[in-house]
């Protein structure tokens, strides 16, 4: 089992910065994935970005540039650094965590969610 525990949202201006935690316990040895997820009013979550554990990362075409995810293998913390924010990036952010189950199987974990405000 993997626990995870968000952390650093809230409400911020359009423009400004926040910075999203996540940090995970338990079977976090066998987590190959850590991403961030989010799910605004009236509609279905989506990615937001990515990170294998190797340091690749992903990112929805809306947060190129303005998003940073970075990840602590020693912490199993994961980051979310949102810069140049805008009221359509209010939303519950969620963390993920993907554990290898091995045979190319994984078992997907998720955070309470933390929200993210944007006033204009």
């Known amino acids: 089992q993997v626990q995870l525990v968000e952390s650093g949202g809230g409400l911020v201006q359009a423009g400004g910065s926040l910075r999203l935690s996540c940090a995970a316990s338990?079977?976090?040895?066998?987590?190959?994935?850590m991403g961030w997820y989010r799910q605004a009013p009236g509609k279905q979550r989506e990615l937001v970005a990515y990170?294998?554990?190797?340091?690749?990362?992903i990112y929805v075409d809306s947060v190129k540039g303005r998003f940073t995810i970075s990840r602590d293998n020693a912490k199993n913390t994961v980051y979310l650094q949102m810069n140049s924010l805008k009221p359509e990036d209010t939303a519950v952010y969620y963390c993920?965590?993907?554990?290898?189950?091995?045979?190319?199987?994984?078992?997907?974990?998720w955070g309470q969610g933390t929200q993210v405000t944007v006033s204009s």
């Open positions: 993920s965590a993907d554990e290898s189950l091995g045979l190319g199987q994984s078992r997907r974990y």
């Open positions: 338990g079977s976090s040895f066998s987590i190959n994935v």
């Open positions: 990170i294998i554990s190797g340091g690749s990362t």
